[in-house]
């Protein structure tokens, strides 16, 4: 059976950068499935799916941003440290889920909400220090030249 409108797809796939250096991959997380014309996927990668049957692979690379996006700038923000537990340890490079407070602005995700939820915001750690945490919002691959590799696994 090849890819086609409502097919229902799984594929394993690499992610890298145009160095070649892997920067996420499904062996780390785990195969991905989506149903075929319903734009789950960059449009780029869905097109260069169809008519394509199990076994079958596939290279697409994206220029900058045309995947994730660019970077947005007013995605990058600080937050003053005292909004976050005096004991808490943040280290750069680490995930943290921010609760968006009615008024817009940041501010710290209690342990009993659930970070899942509508109004949480996953940013990446970019500095810290004694007055404030820099956080990044934007999605880690966002305007950068990417190159998936794909494997399908199964067509329905």
């Not at 785990?30 to 076994?55: F, N, S, V």
């Not at 404030?132 to 590799?149: C, E, M, Q, S, T």
């Amino acid at each position: 059976m090849k890819i086609q409108d409502q097919s229902k797809v799984e594929f394993s796939y690499v992610i890298e950068g145009m160095d070649g250096k892997v920067l996420e991959s499904s062996d780390e997380t785990a195969p991905m499935d989506y149903i075929h014309g319903q734009e789950d996927l960059p449009p780029k990668l869905e097109e260069a799916l169809a008519g394509m049957a199990k076994g079958a692979d596939v290279v697409v690379e994206f220029e900058p941003g045309e995947c994730y996006g660019d970077k947005d700038p007013e995605m990058i923000f600080t937050v003053p440290r005292s909004e976050f537990e005096e004991d808490l340890e943040i280290e750069v490079g680490e995930y943290l889920s921010i609760a968006l407070e009615d008024d817009g602005e940041e501010g710290e995700a209690t342990p009993d909400e659930d970070p899942k939820e509508e109004g949480y915001l996953d940013a990446c750690v970019m500095e810290v220090n004694n007055e404030a945490v820099i956080l990044d919002a934007n999605h880690p691959l966002a305007g950068i030249p990417i190159r998936f590799r794909v494997k399908v696994l199964t067509v329905s």
